[in-house]
């Protein structure tokens, strides 16, 4: 099991090329979150979703889109990216909400110019 | 406001112990996680505390007080390959995990 996965690894984007990050688990879970990971400050939670076709905004979604088509794929899309999105990106799935550990993908590693 | 209160970073040696301690205050609360996160790598779950008293598991052990909103992370027999962050997390009445900025332990020889 390759368990939760993240495309890409790394990128650089000019402020307003937008771009998506592919988060893809094998575990079957129904629960996905995209947390972004800056210096000095804890996990923050930008979207989630409970199961396949649903999405919820977490505490800071300004400038993020997601997308779960796929029970095993959450997307999340910058469209005009800016220098504050500058940041390490990391996607989790957990198979429940309350005690169930969440699973964290390698992180993308995104610097915005 | 919902806060999470860690220490930035310890100093330990090898083969000692060490305690990190955790604050919260959430609104609602639904149970209390550590995390391990080794630098330039993803947050690995380490235990998981909703009621009070102390979970062990081998050499890391999880305490917690919902009176005081207070835990602590204890690693005995200390080993090089605990030099990492380690972050406190608390679950609010949503579900949603309210994260501590970590803790970096160095451990020294």
């Known amino acids: 099991n390759a368990g939760v996965t993240q495309t890409p690894k790394f990128r650089v984007l000019k402020t307003g090329q937008s771009m998506t990050l592919l988060c893809a688990q094998d575990?079957?879970?129904?629960?996905m979150y995209w947390y972004r990971q800056d210096p000095g400050m804890g996990l923050r939670l930008i979207h989630y979703?409970?199961?396949?076709?649903?999405?919820a905004k977490g505490e800071v979604p300004d400038g993020y889109n997601v997308s779960r088509k796929k029970k095993q794929n959450f997307l999340l899309g910058l469209e005009s990216a800016a220098p504050s999105q500058t940041s390490v990106y990391f996607c989790?799935?957990?198979?429940?909400?309350?005690?169930?550990?969440?699973?964290f993908g390698p992180g993308t590693r995104l610097t915005v110019l | 406001g919902q806060n999470i209160d860690q220490p930035t970073e310890m100093t330990a040696t090898e083969g000692a112990i060490v305690q990190i301690n955790c604050t919260y205050q959430?609104?609602?609360?639904?149970?209390l996680f550590w995390y391990q996160q080794h630098a330039g790598e993803a947050p690995t779950f380490l235990s998981y505390?909703?009621l009070d008293g102390l979970e062990e598991k081998g050499r890391f052990s999880s305490f917690l007080s919902r009176s005081k909103g207070y835990s602590y992370l204890l690693l005995k027999e200390l080993q090089m390959k605990d030099s990492a962050s380690y972050l406190c997390?608390?679950?609010?009445?949503?579900?949603?995990?309210?994260w501590g900025a970590g803790t970096k332990l160095i451990i020294k020889p």
């Open positions: 979703s409970v199961g396949e076709g649903t999405t």
């Open positions: 989790a799935s957990s198979s429940g909400l309350a005690s169930n550990e969440q699973f």
């Open positions: 959430t609104s609602g609360f639904n149970g």
């Open positions: 505390n909703v």
């Open positions: 575990m079957n879970h129904e629960y």
């Open positions: 997390a608390a679950m609010d009445s949503n579900y949603q995990l309210i």
